[in-house]
């Protein structure tokens, strides 16, 4: 928990994102919210669930919100919550959002700010909706994530043809067949570091080297949105 939380435990006016909801006791609710400033917080919306609560209807995901919220525990109480504009959401890209909230649910620590990440998730949500290059936003919001923290792409200017990442490392190789784990070519790797990937077989390998990133530094588990996004192509 930073700081600024410790002391000044009455916040106002931050926008924020809802990553999700659970029901807590008969008529509240526990959201869990990312923020701008305090990064991912949860808090207990009282009466959220009762048909009067000044709640009701705003605490959807992917709607931009201002949030008022305050405690001194970690778990915080929301005192109040408005709508920051309008961020409509193609049905198509719905799974995909979802796939964001629960990458930041796995990956952040409650209570720690991660500014560059919200301002990556905010434009990601708005890109989802282009279809062409939706995949492509992914890519690079995956990247952003990793390298809010601490595991991005190394410094370097991948002059090389050829790398290939294993067990949390990159190392040159000098074909794809050469070596363990996920095969990318050096310019594959420039493009996503300058976020100028291009539709088809860049994507694709840049989507290979992510996937196996997230999955070693999530030490094997499994994410919920990316096996049900698995089983409804195979449909």
Not at 42 to 62: D, E, H, I, T, W
Not at 111 to 119: I, N
């Amino acid at each position: 928990m930073t700081e600024k939380v410790r002391e000044n435990f009455r916040i106002e006016n931050q926008p924020a994102f809802v990553l999700q909801t659970y029901p807590w006791r008969e008529t509240s609710l526990i959201v869990e919210i990312f923020t701008r400033d305090y990064g991912r917080v949860p808090l207990v919306a009282k009466g959220a669930k009762r048909p009067a609560s000044k709640f009701r209807g705003l605490l959807n995901a992917f709607s931009p919100l201002l949030v008022n919220f305050s405690g001194k525990n970690e778990v915080k109480t929301l005192t109040d919550v408005n709508w920051f504009g309008v961020l409509l959401i193609h049905e198509k890209a719905l799974m995909p959002a979802f796939y964001l909230n629960e990458l930041i649910v796995r990956f952040t620590e409650r209570l720690e700010p991660y500014p560059a990440l919200f301002s990556s998730y905010s434009r990601t949500l708005k890109d989802l909706s282009q279809d062409e290059t939706k995949r492509v936003v992914l890519r690079y919001f995956e990247m952003d994530l990793l390298q809010a923290i601490g595991y991005g792409l190394p410094e370097s200017d991948f002059s090389n043809e050829w790398y290939s990442y294993s067990q949390g490392e990159f190392c040159e190789i000098t074909s794809p067949q050469e070596g363990l784990g996920v095969p990318v070519r050096g310019k594959t790797l420039r493009q996503l570091a300058m976020r100028s990937l291009s539709v088809g077989q860049e994507e694709k390998e840049a989507r290979s080297l992510t996937r196996e990133m997230i999955r070693y530094h999530m030490e094997d588990k499994s994410l919920n949105t990316r096996r049900i996004m698995e089983e409804l192509a195979r449909l």
